[in-house]
Each structure stands twice: as structure tokens, then as C-alpha cells.
């Protein structure tokens, strides 16, 4: 068993082209939308966003429609539960334990009637080596643009909502719309970042990597930057490491990511 | 007369089958500081509510500068009840100034020059600039507050509604944002509605009371409404109103002993 090598390397990296620029993306996506992840308290929800959109992307497998549209309705589906029953943390949580194992029987029972091709399968849920198509990347672009140019135009009203939402609400700011808003870019957010890791790693993407940019810095400016720099790496780096053993990307990505948030809190103890 | 920032006209609001209030009738004018007093569970807070358009009236209306209110507003500034804020939360002194002034745009959180300047000008007012570069979690509840202020007053309001922005507060930190308080509405001619259970720290600056206890209510001056004889009416009950150095302290006749939050029916320092 070898978990790197590096030999042939040159010759398998044009391969993995369309996986660098869906891994770039996802990056910059979920790097952003971890911020408010985090600052929203809704780390959990996105687990169970995702097992939602695994459902869905299993059900579309079986059935053989286009497994990413499935995924966004998964996703949307659970975002849109979650969104309109959790408005409290505390009744999100209860819910979001409600809805992931209900979503993933859903969907472990669409795979196990899943005739074709096992590593589809298992790719849904832990994530694919290198296996993303042109029309697959084409999606992904399309989601991660409409996230990003979403995430942008509502990004100075979103924070002043998730950071101090009384305060927000008597300034005008109209916290309920931007609630809805949000939770419809992360239930996109989540349904292309489950094409790449899976969605038992979603996490890794979304919430690591805020979480360790939150660990070293609380300006609005640098915490996303950090963020998205932390997830870029450990998508590209996970990646490129897989590459050369031919084991799934997870495994790597999910590693980096945690090394990643380690190296923060060890910062941000020694900095104290 | 000016007309009024905000006309409160005949408003009731009942939950279920307690009464909070009913035909409140207020107009107040551009630099006024009305102090909205009582006992818990009397109002006080709802009606801020209310006028922020976040709970509706049973009966009534409330107008913001001649418009019925909708969901908050730019031109009002808000104090919210202390609470202390998670110290994760990656937001910053200047920050929390900063989205006090252009939180509600549509954009990234960039700072024209202007903004910044801004900023800086009322982190001297609540003389908080060692404190720009900390988060508001790691503060204390009276350099919390000061900022709540500056927050609120930053882009220069025509009503500032503050809920008990001096609870948790010592009587020194008390004085200083009550102070701050009221030279900022000065300086920017904005109405104060300052809701609190204590008058005492705010009194010499309060120019109208709304005083709420058992769902009737009494509007005035201090010296209107802070007696014996207007208080014992509006309870229901005998009530004492005792001054003494120039504090205001509000007793139930049939009180043996008193402290600071006593509950209403029976005493309360006012």
C-alpha cells in the first residue's frame, strides 16, 4: 500500500485538470460560506444538509437523471426544512438530527437498488478521485458562480444579520429574506461540494476551514481570505496527493483541513 | 411645534387576555428624552417592539416621522438589553461601529474614507479607541455598552431606542453612558425613548416619563408623574414616592422592606 507516489506524475496531472478547477471552486465557495457557517451557528445543519443531498443525488442514480440536479434538490429540500422550522438554534438541531438519518436510509436504500457502476456509489458519499466530466464541471461552475455572485451582493447586510441580528433588524436590514437567501446558497454550496468529497465529508469543506481562519483572525476582511486560503489548499493539495496513489481525494483533503485547523489553535495559543 | 419624530396614536397591545397597555396616545418631539418606566412584564420592552415594527399593535397606530412603521428603520438607532455576545464571534469594536453605519448596504464590507472617518470621530465620543481592535466578546459590559451607543448614534438618528442599556452596569459606567447618551441626542437633535427601571441615573436629562404598571399607564414630567398621589392611582395600590437627595425612590406603602428589584407591587427603586 502506498500512499504517495509521485512517479509518472507529470503524465497524470492534464488528467485531473477538470478536478483542479472544480477543486478551485469549491475552494472559494465553501471558504466563503464557512464564515457565515460559523458565525450563524449552523455547522450541523450542513451535515444534514448534505446527507439530504446525497439522497437526492442517490435517488437521481438510480432513477437516471442527472445526479447533480438531484443533489440540488436534496439539498435545497433540507435547507428550505431546516430554514423554516430552525429559525432557533436549538429547534435547528433537534431537526437537522431528525433529517440526516432519515436522508441517508433514503439514501443507502437508492444505492443498494443501484445496479451500475459501484464506485458511483461509493464516490456520493466519500467522494470522487477523478472522475469529473466536462458537463459535470460545466454544473459546478454554474452553482458556484451563482453562490459566489450571491454571496457577494449580500455580503455587508448578511454579516451585520448573522453578527448581531436585533441590531440588524432595527436598522431595516431584512434578516428574514437574507435567512432564505443564505440557506439557499448553502444548499447549493453543499450539492457541489457533495459531487467532489462526498457527503460525508462536506464539513471538511464548508466548516474546517472558517473555523480555522476564526481561530487566527476576527477581522471581516482577513477571516474569509484565510478561510478560502485554507480550503483552496486542502482541495488542490488533497487532490494532487491522491493523485499518486489513486485512493480517493477525502482521506487527503479531509487531512489537510484538519492540520490546517490544528495549526491555528496552536497559533492562536501561542499568541496569547 | 415641530412635527413629531414618532406619534404613537390610541395603540393597545394584548396578549391573549392580559392587557399590556391600551390607548396610548404619545407624541414625541426631535430632542426629546422620554424614559419609559415600570415593572417587569408591564410593556416597557414590547413597546419598543412595537415601534420597531416587530410586534403588532392589537389596536392603534405608531407613525415615524409621519409613516407607519414597517420593519426597523435607518433613521432610528437601537440599544439592545446588555447581553453578553460570544467571544467567537469574529466581530471587532470598530466593526460593530462600522455596521452601525453601513450594515444594511448590499455589497462587500469595504469602507469608503468618509466611513472610516466616521469611525474613528465616534470612537473618541464613547472614548473607546483602545478598545478598536478587540473583539466585543472579550469586553466588559460597560465598554460593551459604550460601544452599543456608538453603534446607535453613528449615523445620526432622529430616535434612539435604548432597552435597559444601564442594567449590569455599575453606578459609575451607569453615569458615563447615560452621560454619552445624552450629549450624542444633543449633538445630532435625536429623540431618546430610554426604557429602564431605574429613573435615578437618567433623571436630570428626562424630560417626559411614560410610567406602565398593571396595563395603565401615565405620561408627564418627573414631577408630574413621580408622586405619591399619581403612582397609588395608577397601581391601584397605596405607593410611596420618596426623595431623598435628590433620588427618586418609589415605595409600596404596604412594603416592610425594600431593595433595588423588588417586584412592583410591593416597591420599587424608580
Known amino acids: ?84 422550522l430552525g429559525a432557533k438554534a436549538k429547534d435547528r438541531n433537534s431537526i437537522v438530527a431528525v433529517l440526516m438519518p ?30 469529473v466530466d466536462n458537463p459535470q464541471l460545466l454544473s459546478l461552475v454554474l452553482i458556484c458562480a451563482v453562490v459566489l455572485i450571491g454571496l457577494l451582493i449580500i ?4 454579516t451585520f444579520a448573522s453578527l ?15 435567512s432564505i437567501a443564505f440557506m439557499l446558497f ?15 465529508l462536506v464539513l471538511s469543506l464548508l466548516v474546517t476551514p472558517a473555523a480555522a481562519a476564526l481561530r487566527v483572525s476576527s477581522s471581516p476582511i482577513a477571516t474569509p481570505l484565510l478561510s478560502v486560503a485554507f480550503a483552496v489548499t486542502s482541495v488542490i493539495g488533497g487532490i494532487l496527493l491522491a493523485l499518486g496513489a489513486g485512493l480517493p481525494i477525502s482521506p487527503y483533503v479531509t487531512t489537510i483541513s484538519f492540520l490546517i485547523y490544528v495549526a491555528c489553535r496552536v497559533i492562536e495559543r501561542v499568541k496569547k | 411645534m415641530a412635527s413629531p419624530v414618532l406619534a404613537i396614536k390610541n395603540a393597545s397591545l394584548t396578549f391573549g387576555e392580559r392587557k399590556l397597555w391600551s390607548n396610548l396616545n404619545l407624541e414625541i418631539q426631535p430632542h426629546e428624552f422620554i424614559a419609559v418606566i415600570g415593572s417587569n412584564g408591564s410593556g416597557k420592552t414590547t413597546l419598543l417592539k412595537a415601534i420597531l415594527g416587530q410586534e403588532k399593535l392589537s389596536q392603534g397606530s405608531i ?26 464571534s469574529p466581530m471587532r469594536a470598530i466593526d460593530m461601529l462600522r455596521l452601525g453605519l ?40 460597560g465598554e460593551l455598552q459604550r460601544l452599543r451607543v456608538g453603534q446607535a448614534v453613528i449615523d445620526e438618528p ?103 428589584h423588588i417586584s412592583p407591587e410591593r416597591g420599587e427603586w424608580n
Open chain 1, 1 to 84: 500500500m502506498q500512499f504517495f507516489n509521485f512517479s509518472d506524475y507529470a503524465e497524470l496531472i492534464p488528467l485531473v485538470q477538470n478536478s483542479l478547477i472544480a477543486g478551485l471552486l469549491l475552494g472559494l465557495v465553501g471558504g466563503l460560506i464557512g464564515v457565515f457557517v460559523m458565525t450563524r451557528d449552523m455547522s450541523f445543519a450542513v451535515h444534514g444538509i448534505s446527507e439530504l443531498s446525497f439522497a437526492g443525488a442517490a435517488f437521481a442514480l438510480l432513477l437516471g437523471f442527472n445526479v447533480v440536479g438531484g443533489s440540488i434538490i436534496g439539498s435545497l429540500v433540507a435547507a428550505a426544512i431546516i430554514g423554516y
Open chain 1, 102 to 131: 432519515a436522508g441517508l436510509g433514503l439514501g443507502i436504500l437508492a444505492l443498494a437498488l443501484y445496479q451500475g457502476r459501484a464506485a458511483n456509489k461509493f464516490g456520493l458519499l466519500t467522494g470522487q478521485i477523478v472522475a
Open chain 1, 155 to 158: 455580503w455587508r447586510p448578511l
Open chain 1, 164 to 178: 448581531d441580528p436585533e441590531v440588524a433588524a432595527a436598522r431595516g436590514v431584512p434578516t428574514r429574506a437574507l
Open chain 1, 186 to 200: 448553502l444548499g447549493l454550496a453543499v450539492a457541489a461540494s457533495v459531487q467532489i468529497v462526498g457527503a460525508l
Open chain 2, 63 to 88: 407613525e415615524f416621522k409621519g409613516k407607519k412603521v414597517t420593519r426597523g428603520s435607518r433613521r432610528m438607532g437601537y440599544i439592545p438589553q446588555h447581553r453578553a455576545i460570544d467571544s467567537a
Open chain 2, 102 to 141: 453601513t450594515g444594511h448596504s448590499f455589497g462587500l464590507p469595504i469602507s469608503s474614507r468618509d466611513a472610516n472617518a466616521k469611525v474613528q470621530h465616534i470612537l473618541g465620543c464613547v472614548d473607546a479607541f483602545d478598545l478598536a481592535g478587540k473583539r466585543v466578546g472579550e469586553l466588559s459590559g
Open chain 2, 158 to 260: 432622529d430616535l434612539i431606542l435604548a432597552d435597559e442599556p444601564l442594567s449590569a452596569l455599575d453606578l459609575a459606567q451607569q453615569k458615563v453612558i447615560a452621560d454619552l447618551l445624552d450629549r450624542e441626542r444633543r449633538e445630532h437633535n435625536s429623540a431618546v425613548i430610554f426604557v429602564t427601571h431605574d429613573v435615578n441615573p437618567i433623571l436630570s436629562m428626562v424630560d417626559r416619563v411614560l410610567y406602565l404598571a398593571n396595563g395603565n399607564f401615565k405620561i408627564g414630567t418627573p414631577d408630574e408623574v413621580l408622586r405619591s398621589d399619581v403612582l397609588t392611582e395608577l397601581y391601584g395600590t397605596p405607593v410611596d414616592v420618596i426623595r431623598d437627595q435628590g433620588r427618586i425612590l418609589v415605595v409600596g406603602a404596604d412594603n416592610q422592606h425594600h431593595h433595588d
